[in-house]
Structure formats: C-alpha cells, structure tokens
C-alpha cells in the first residue's frame, strides 16, 4: 500500500478490476492490516459538515485505498462521494466506524498539495471544502483513466529550447533579469511585473517558464480567457513542444480536458497554461506560478465561495515555496498591497524605455486655444483630434481601433441639454431607439426599454428641452457612423454581440471593439479611439476607475510606439485622473495612489470586507455574530431585482483590519454551519472582499 504521501503504482492500476470484488457477506469484512481507517472527506456541501469522517477500510479494497481516491461510503443513510484524504491506525470516534463501500477509481486524483490548497482556500473564503474541491478536481471519465500514463518528465538538464530561457526581452526592465536568475536558482522570487506597451507579454511567460523547468520544476501559467490561452499556448509549444505544454480550459469539453488534467497529475508534463480552474492543476514540484491581467472579472470564480485566481496562487505559492509573478499592462490595488507590503517586487522599465515603447496619448484639452480649434470637441462624441488621428493612420496604411464601452446600437437616450437619461412618461422605464431605420431611411421613434410604448413628443422633467442624444452609442451604431465618416474604408466589428476577432491584417481599416475584445494587429495598430471614457467612470463600483485604466492600456498598448506615428485619443477631460495615468502610463502610481484612497475609507484590499445577502432576518443573524466578534457592520439595505412576490432581501457589508481578515472567515463560516445544523431554509450568500460595492 502507498504511503499518505505515495503515488499509484503499476501493481496499483493493475489491481484496479480487485476494487469491485467483495467478500460474499458483508459480515465476514475484516478491517485492513495496516492503517485500517480511512479520513475521507464527503461530497455534502453543508457546512456544519465540512470535516473530514473516518471510515474502515476492509481488507479488499487494501490496496486501492490511497490517499487521493475517489470513494462511495455511506453517509446519514445514503451512498455519497468523497475523496480518502488519508489512512491512519486510530480513529478519535469513539462508536463503531462505518466501512468504506467502495474505491470508484484507483487513480489518486486529489494530491496531498491540492488538498492543503482547497483547504486553505475554503478557510480564507468563508467556504466549504467540498464546494473547492468541486472546483479543483474535474469529474471523472473512465475510459480517459484507462489510458496508458506517461512517463514522469525530468526538466533538468539539456531539453532543446527550454534550456536556453532567453533574457534580451527582460533585459528591458533593471530587475528583469534579476527575477530570471532567481528562477534558474529554485528561488521563490515574488515579483509585479509592469508590461511595456508592445510588449511580447506571452513570450516573456514562456522564457519564466523554461527557465523554472531547467532546474526539474513545475510552471503554472493562469490567464482570462481562452484568446489568451490560445496566444501564451503558442509560445510555449515553440519553446518546449507540443508535449511539452498542456492547456486546460472549459473549452475543452469534459472529456478532453480530464484527458489533458491527468497527463498533469501523472508527470507527463512541466508546465501548464489555463484558464482559472487551472489554478488548482495537480503539477508536482511547483516552482512558478503566474497570473496574467489579475484584474479581469474572469479569474473571479463566480460559484461558491468565490475565489479569486491571485489570491489563490499566492495561497498556493506561500504554501509550496514557488516563486510568483503577478503580469499585466495595468496594476490593480491587490498587487500594489503586494509590493507596498515587501511581500512581493517590482518589475518595472525606467521612463526612457517606457517612452520609447509608448504611442502618443492625447485627452480633451480644457486650454482656451483647444476650445477655439474645436468648438464642439466636449459634446461632440468624435472630436475633431480624434477623427485627425484616425486619418493619419489610414494613411499611413494601418489600421485604426476604436474602443467603445457598450454592445448593440443606442443603449440608452438622454436629454441633449441636461444629459438626464430619459425616462417613459408611463412606468420611468429607459428610452432606446429601434435598431436600423424605417421604411423612409428615417431612425424610428424612442421607446420605452420596458414596457414598449412609443415616446413621440419627449420633454426632460428636469430642464425642460425636447431634443435627445444617445447617452451611450453602441458599438454597431459606431460602426455604421464611422462607415459614413471613412467612405471605402473597411469596418469589423469585434465582440458586442458579434464574434470576437483573433486579429486583424495589416493594411487600413477600422475595428470597433468592447472592452476585452480588441483584437490585435499585424504591425500594431496606427490610432486607438477611447469612446465615451465618461461612461465607463460613471458606474457606481468601487473598482471602476482601476477597470477604466485597465481597459484602456490594454487597447493603448496594441497601438504602435509614437516614433512610429502612434496615436492614442481619449474621449474625456485631461484633468481627471485616470486619464492623467493613460497619458503618463503610469499605471503604478494610479495603483499606489487608488490604495491609498482606499485605505483612508476602509475599502479592499486595505481592509477585509464580506457581504452577506439573503431574507432580513438571515442577515440580521450573521451581522450580529460578526459584530459582536468586532466588525463594523453597514446597512443593511435591501437588494433590488428580485421576482416579483418574493420575500425581500437585504445586503450587509461587514468590515474588519486586513490582519483580523481570517478570523472574520472563521465567525462567518461558524454562523452558516449554525444555520446549516439547524436546517434553515433560508439561503444566505456569504462572500469575502467582494468586487463590486456600489
């Protein structure tokens, strides 16, 4: 039998047909030799459960109960699933120990690493670990378990590419360098890496990965979305092979990706690409694990208890001892806390290098000579500069993107006076207008987005005038403008609806893309347009100016260098301060100066902060055990968009200082498992540092 740390043998799969063969009569089970209880961690996400149960283990399933497997014991009168977590001599429970029914399959799927990781995970989320686990380890497939494993790879020594890593494109940053020859050396580097505009972000991951695999370690590379998947996936294939690199994405299918998750847990491979599930991925020795663009929505897990993809690699790296490296074009206010706490360093150009790489970026200037140049350049939504840059590129034969916030045609209308949205006379609901035109090349009439009727004669209730503008344009509105605008010019659009470009050819043309969908360029794009900034900073989260950036640089950064002829415009006054930070690319000091403003209101990452929504008197319980445990409770205040005739919901925030952030956990997850016990019918949503506070 392996040992709590061992792993599957030949004679173990062999005996795999054994682990469905029993006795003839369950009373004539005998417990095993040696460690014959078994801890197994059940699949009931209750969390007055949540714990590990321990159950004997009979003498013919012996050999296939390893710690890792996935079992069936009966639990509360039914068969349930779990996972045997590990085998010991004695039991703490006093009464007779169930038996283990049965091994489903012998292959250690949950190693001991992972286990300790979706604890930690489950503990710092107010989670259980049942729901972790449920995150971490894929469902099974038979038939994928039955294929021939490979032979464990070995990264040391000379392997073709992935041993020379390469270091002329991290020789632009002064610690560059310095973060790669700490990987080389099995080091556990901390490091926020801030990318130049340009810059071949996936190679560089690449060159940190092969530098990791030559001294025999795992490299873990987690980012948003497939597209990028698919891009860093490349780079790495070029650099260690087709078998060299495993991807694991949703996108997969559940059958391909368990085939792709087991050549990982069984050593067929070294470095690993995915999306955020890939964060829990079974690599054995780890000894990089890197996060691309930790600000995107995609690496929050939006099922129960919520984990974001950062906080579980720095759990993960804490844990294993690897080195971690925070990458992206923009800086959110958690990697700031990361480096300002000396935990982590950062990777950063010097201002020559940055201005060298940088396109020129341009604002609405509030100088009385920009306002006599261009009378209308604060209500126009193309100003006159904006429509120059885009020439410009034209014809110089590249193309030009053009970055608007909101999918569709015409979202929403407001007053042109006042810009008040405008609101149906009958129930207050938006005015939108109709896509296309009527039969007479006319735009239709506004109507109501909610109950449908026909706004003929609009007057604003706070100012009084009866003309309209569309407060957000969308990016098929946009794309039909810009047509008439540049006559014989191409225009695609990307994302908003339509399928997402994976990139566009040199050559002039217009893309209109949203947020997250800017496909990039060959050659790199000659402008960028930044529509409607105002209404990306008008949304009531708390993350919205660093969004806003975030956004921006990522659509700033495909456009070519200004020595170049670059141009980035961004549709929005030169004195607010995000868009101080785009025209100085300076996304650190946004990030230093967006946490500081957080820690004076005790908002996250400065403090720890949970919300707790459900019926009102749920809320009030758990409110009232974290408050006397010393948190400052707010509200609570009820949730709107519920279903008509259900019972009303409310939403507390509790907050406490960063270093109380675990016993908040501890107090919230011992409320749900009182409520849990008690069998209260009334669901509550629990989540720690929430993204949106609005």
Do not use: N
Request: aromatic residues 4%; contains cysteine.
């Amino acid at each position: 039998m392996a040992g709590p740390a061992g792993t599957p043998t030949a004679a173990t799969r062999a005996a795999a047909p054994g682990t469905r063969r029993r006795a003839a009569a369950r009373g004539e089970w005998e417990p095993a030799p040696v460690a014959p209880v078994a801890r197994v961690a059940v699949d009931v996400p209750l969390a007055h459960l949540d714990r590990p149960f321990d159950y004997r283990v009979p003498t013919h399933l012996d050999e296939a109960a390893v710690p890792g497997v996935r079992l069936r014991v009966r639990f509360a009168g039914r068969l349930v699933d779990g996972f045997l977590l590990e085998r010991v001599e004695e039991s703490g429970h006093g009464g007779k120990l169930a038996w283990v029914e049965k091994v489903v399959s012998p292959e250690p799927v949950l190693t001991a690493e992972v286990a300790a990781l979706c604890r930690a995970v489950a503990d710092r989320y107010a989670g259980v670990f049942a729901d972790v686990v449920r995150l971490a380890v894929p469902p099974r497939h038979a038939r994928a378990e039955a294929r021939r494993a490979p032979e464990p790879v070995d990264g040391r020594g000379d392997h073709g590419p992935a041993a020379d890593a390469g270091t002329d494109g991290w020789a632009r940053y002064p610690r560059g360098t310095a973060f790669l020859s700490a990987l080389g050396a099995g080091r556990a580097a901390h490091a926020v890496w801030q990318v130049l505009p340009g810059e071949q972000w996936a190679t560089r991951l690449a060159e940190a990965a092969a530098a990791t695999v030559a001294t025999g370690r795992g490299a873990l590379l987690v980012v948003p979305d497939q597209r990028d998947v698919d891009t860093l996936h490349a780079a790495c294939v070029a650099r260690f092979g087709d078998d060299g690199v495993v991807a694991l994405s949703a996108d997969l299918g559940p059958a391909e990706r368990y085939v792709r998750w087991l050549r990982v847990l069984r050593g067929g491979v070294r470095v690993v690409v995915g999306t955020r599930s890939a964060a829990f991925a079974p690599l054995a020795d780890l000894g990089l694990v890197a996060v691309w663009d930790d600000g995107d929505d995609s690496h929050s897990e939006p099922r129960a208890p919520y984990p974001q993809v950062r906080d579980v690699l720095v759990l993960r790296a804490h844990a294993v001892g690897a080195a971690l490296l925070v990458a992206g074009y923009a800086r959110t206010a958690e990697a700031q806390l990361l480096v300002e706490s000396g935990w982590a360093s950062e990777i950063v150009a010097d201002r020559a290098t940055l201005r060298a790489a940088m396109p020129r970026v341009t604002a609405l200037e509030d100088t009385a000579g920009a306002v006599a140049r261009d009378p209308d350049a604060r209500v126009a939504r193309i100003p006159a500069i904006a429509f120059e840059a885009a020439r410009a590129a034209l014809k110089a034969g590249r193309p030009v993107l053009v970055q608007v916030p909101r999918a569709g045609y015409v979202p929403w209308l407001s007053c042109s006076r006042c810009r008040e949205s405008a609101r149906c006379r009958h129930c207050a609901g938006p005015l939108a207008l109709p896509s296309g035109t009527g039969a007479d090349g006319a735009p239709g009439l506004p109507h109501c987005r909610w109950c449908g009727r026909v706004e003929s004669s609009y007057r604003c209730g706070g100012c009084g005038g009866r003309a309209l503008r569309a407060s957000v344009t969308g990016s098929r509105r946009t794309a039909e403008e810009l047509g008439r605008a540049f006559p014989g010019v191409g225009v695609r659009q990307s994302g908003g609806g339509t399928d997402v470009l994976a990139g566009v050819g040199a050559g002039p043309g217009i893309v209109v893309a949203t947020p997250g969908a800017e496909p990039p360029a060959e050659g790199g794009y000659g402008a960028a347009l930044l529509l409607d900034g105002w209404a990306m900073l008008s949304r009531p989260d708390l993350r919205v100016a660093e969004e806003t950036l975030r956004r921006w640089l990522a659509a700033a950064a495909l456009v070519v260098p200004h020595g170049d002829g670059g141009r980035v415009v961004v549709v929005e006054e030169a004195g607010v301060p995000v868009v101080q930070a785009l025209v100085r690319w300076d996304p650190a000091g946004h990030a230093a100066a967006e946490l500081a403003a957080r820690a004076e209101v005790g908002f996250p990452p400065a403090v720890r902060m949970a919300s707790v929504e459900g019926p009102a008197a749920a809320v009030a319980e758990i409110a009232d055990a974290a408050e006397r445990d010393g948190a400052e409770v707010l509200g609570p205040v009820e949730v709107e968009g519920g279903a008509p005739g259900d019972e009303p919901k409310e939403r507390a925030l509790l907050r406490v200082p960063r270093a109380r952030g675990r016993g908040l956990a501890t107090t919230l997850a011992a409320a749900q498992a009182t409520r849990s016990a008690r069998k209260a019918a009334d669901p509550v949503r629990v989540r720690m540092d929430p993204l949106q506070i609005d």
